[in-house]
């Protein structure tokens, strides 16, 4: 049976140049591609997994680790990582962390603990520096969020600059006081900085008292927006800082029988556009955020030399939708 060395011999290149032709890399030239397809072609060659996992003492599988499987946005980052593994014969094992930073450790170690290759992590607490002694055993990108206490690779979206457009959405629409609801990771408190930044340029502000940082359960938003509503200058908006969230948020708004306040979320959901009035969104694109992922994770294993640390900042993109519109009875003269 044909090894890696017999086809990197027979097409005059190094192994390493041929396990990048196998893994798909983009930065092979197109002759030395051919060079090493042909010779793979010629003595039948067929990547040995089971052999790397005995070679390297580490499974032929990535971990990713998310807080919830069922969350959409989290679904598509795993859904694009594991249509990539596929594609080089490498399993993907998905831990759910959940939203309580003290299960986090746990679960990550237990998958690390299995030797798998790499991990993705989208990080719930603020302190990631457990992970440290793992770094050179095993390379980690994160995901969504920048991990606290750590340098590592890592993939997020605009949060400000969303947290920008969400607000400046809201003003055009003629709305002057907007609340906002959020948990707070770090996530919900960079988008909360666009949303005030936002306000500050057209003149405006947003008060404490409009703003909720903490649990997005139903019970803990609907008590929050209840608070929120009884305000001396109530928002006629509510800006939310992601997808469980605007859930929680469109629910309490029912439970109170307001049907007066607009609202836009941050992160779009299945069932956004077919609510009445349909929800405008700040979308994120977990399909291309898992892709830059899991090629940050690959570049790592192809390249375990590599020293630089690298974060992409992806764009997030508004959805307009009907839930922005100003009641009529409460537009301000001049709009």
């Known amino acids: 049976m044909a090894t890696m060395r017999d ?63 069922a969350d959409p946005f989290f679904a598509g980052i795993i859904s694009a990582v594991e249509r990539e593994a596929s594609r080089r014969g490498v399993a993907v094992i998905v831990t759910s962390v959940g939203w309580e930073p003290s299960h986090e450790q746990q679960s990550i170690e237990a998958l690390l603990h299995r030797r798998v290759a790499g991990m993705i992590i989208c ?30 690779d890592a993939v997020v979206q605009d949060d400000v600059g969303g947290g920008r457009q969400a607000a400046a959405h809201l003003v055009e ?53 209840r608070r929120i509503l009884a305000e001396p200058d109530p928002p006629t908006a509510v800006f939310s800082s992601n997808a469980r969230c605007t859930v929680s948020v469109v629910s309490a708004l029912q439970a109170l029988g307001r049907t007066d306040v607009a609202v836009i979320g941050f992160g ?24 830059f992922a899991v090629q940050r994770l690959f570049d790592r294993l192809d390249d375990p030399d590599r020293k630089m640390r690298r974060r992409t900042v992806l764009p997030v993109s508004l959805v307009t939708r009907a839930s922005c519109a100003m009641p009529a009875d409460a537009v301000p003269a001049g709009h």
């Open 7 to 69: 086809v990197a011999t027979r097409a005059g290149v190094s192994a390493k140049t041929v396990s990048r032709v196998v893994n798909n890399d983009r930065y092979v030239s197109t002759e030395v591609r051919q060079r090493v397809e042909q010779a793979i072609e010629e003595l039948k060659y067929v990547p040995n997994m089971l052999a790397v996992t005995f070679r390297t003492g580490r499974d032929a599988a990535i971990g990713v680790a998310v807080p919830g499987v």
């Open 123 to 152: 990080p719930v607490g603020p302190d990631m520096s457990f992970l440290r002694p793992w770094q050179a055993r095993a390379p980690l990108v994160f995901v969504d969020r920048m991990p606290g206490k750590l340098v590592a």
């Open 173 to 225: 629409h003629g709305h002057r006081a907007v609340a906002f609801i959020g948990d707070d990771v770090v996530t919900g408190v960079l988008r909360l900085r666009g949303c005030r930044e936002a306000l500050v340029d057209a003149g405006l502000s947003l008060p404490d008292g409009l703003v909720h940082l903490g649990d997005v359960d139903s019970d803990s938003v609907t008590a929050a927006l």
């Open 268 to 291: 779009d959901f299945p069932t956004a556009a077919a609510l009445r009035p349909a929800i405008t969104v700040i979308n994120q694109d977990g399909d291309e955020m898992g892709r």
